[in-house]
Every structure is written in structure tokens, then in C-alpha cells.
């Protein structure tokens, strides 16, 4: 059974602080690996998508990478914002359309 | 970017009523839509793949009698909870397809609260 785990479930920083959001997954034969941000009340907002084949992407102050030999992926997130606090889901595709969601991690970055 | 509308937003329904949830893709046209399910504090779950004028394809465990599940078009995709009962309540979020198969980028609705009294 896939199991897509998230540590740390919730996370509380200052404002400019760098920091790592973790996502373990059991079987690493994976077609890609997405993050996704979700704000209350609001669907889910594509970050980034990693592609089976590459090991990192990057868009602005965030950085995901990819390590399917130890099936782990973190995402890196560089001079924290008030902005940034939602929550973040990190979701893996192994066949065909099927996405599988961890519980997420509850970023709460304060001015 | 693309945008996909989920309507209502929220909804408290009596237990035994049915409960009907819209899908659309704004900008583009979606051949497969994605429905899933979110109990507080926990994974969203996938219920069913709905492809447009075909039959929803729906994983183990979950009742395609009492989800109920049309895509008559592109653009639209309804989930309608039949007979629904307390332990339906949840967060229904739907996304849609874009793209190449291997891309894979889903764009997600806002989701829809159900309540069931």
C-alpha cells in the first residue's frame, strides 16, 4: 500500500527564516511528485511538479527536491513570509491519475 | 492559469437528502476529472476518475450507488451525494486535467463543504 507521509504536521517560524518541509513515500517507483499549497476555505494551488526523472525544481523563494532511492522529497522554502502560512501537501503519483496526498504540514510564519 | 469553479461552496443538508456538487473547468477543457475526499485533519483521498461520456472509475471503498458521478461534458463534472447521512460530512474537492498525460497538472476547485445534519 502506498503511504505518503508529512513531518513535521504543523510548523511555526519567524519571519525570514528559511526553512524544510518533509514528505516520505513507501514505494518509489513514482511517476512524479507534486507540492501544493492550500489556503482555508480554498482548493489547492500547484507549487511545483517534479518529474520521475529529475531530482529538484525551483520557482522563486521555493525549491523542491526529489530523492526516489530513499522515496524523499523536501521542500525548501528561503526567506518566510506572513504570506506563506497555509498548508502544504505534498501528493505522489504512482499509476496512471492516481495521486496519493499526505496530511500535509500547517505552516504558520509570523511577522 | 487555468481555473476550475466548484459550486456550492458549502451546503448543510438534512440526513436522507441528496446533495448535488458542480465541477467546471473555466478555461480549458478538461477529458478527465478527479474527485476527492477530505476528513479534517487528514489526506485528501481519491474517490473516483470521471472521464467525459464515459462511466467514473472508482477506487475500493468507496459506494458508486450513493456517489454518483456524471461527465456529460469537457467542462462539467457533478458529484451528487444520494441519501446522504452524518458520516458523509467532509470536504469534496474536485480538480480537472490539463495537458500531457505524463504532465499530469491537475487544477483544483475551492471544494465544497458538506454538512449533514
Known amino acids: 500500500k502506498q503511504e505518503v507521509t508529512q513531518i513535521p504536521a504543523a510548523l511555526s517560524v519567524p519571519e525570514g527564516e528559511n526553512l524544510v518541509l518533509n514528505c516520505s513515500f513507501t514505494?518509489?517507483?513514482?511517476?512524479?511528485l507534486q507540492w501544493f499549497r492550500q489556503d482555508p476555505g480554498k482548493g489547492l494551488t500547484s507549487l511545483l511538479l517534479?518529474?520521475?526523472?529529475?531530482r529538484e525544481q525551483t520557482s522563486g523563494r521555493l525549491n523542491a527536491s526529489l530523492d526516489k532511492s530513499s522515496g524523499r522529497s523536501t521542500l525548501y522554502i528561503a526567506a518566510s513570509q506572513p504570506g506563506d502560512s497555509a498548508t502544504y501537501l505534498c501528493?505522489?503519483?504512482?499509476?496512471?491519475?492516481?495521486?496519493?496526498f499526505g496530511s500535509g504540514t500547517k505552516l504558520n510564519v509570523k511577522p | 492559469g487555468a481555473v476550475v469553479s466548484q459550486h456550492p461552496s458549502w451546503v448543510i443538508c438534512k440526513s436522507g437528502t441528496s446533495v448535488k456538487i458542480e465541477c467546471r473547468s473555466l478555461?480549458?477543457?478538461?477529458?478527465?476529472m478527479f474527485w476527492y475526499r477530505q476528513f479534517p485533519k487528514q489526506s485528501l483521498m481519491l474517490m473516483a476518475t470521471?472521464?467525459?461520456?464515459?462511466?467514473?472509475?472508482?477506487e475500493q471503498g468507496v459506494e458508486k450507488d450513493k456517489f454518483l458521478i456524471n461527465h456529460a461534458s469537457l467542462t462539467l463534472s457533478t458529484l451528487t451525494v444520494t441519501s446522504a447521512h452524518p458520516e458523509d460530512s467532509s470536504f469534496y474537492i474536485c480538480?480537472?486535467?490539463?495537458?500531457?498525460?505524463?504532465?499530469?497538472?491537475?487544477?483544483f476547485g475551492a471544494g465544497t463543504r458538506l454538512s449533514v445534519l
Open positions: 501528493a505522489v503519483e504512482y499509476n496512471f491519475n492516481k495521486f496519493y
Open positions: 514505494d518509489s517507483a513514482i511517476y512524479n
Open positions: 517534479i518529474q520521475s526523472s529529475q
Open positions: 478555461d480549458f477543457q478538461a477529458t478527465t
Open positions: 470521471s472521464n467525459e461520456g464515459s462511466k467514473a472509475t472508482y
Open positions: 480538480s480537472g486535467r490539463k495537458g500531457e498525460v505524463r504532465k499530469n497538472i491537475q487544477y
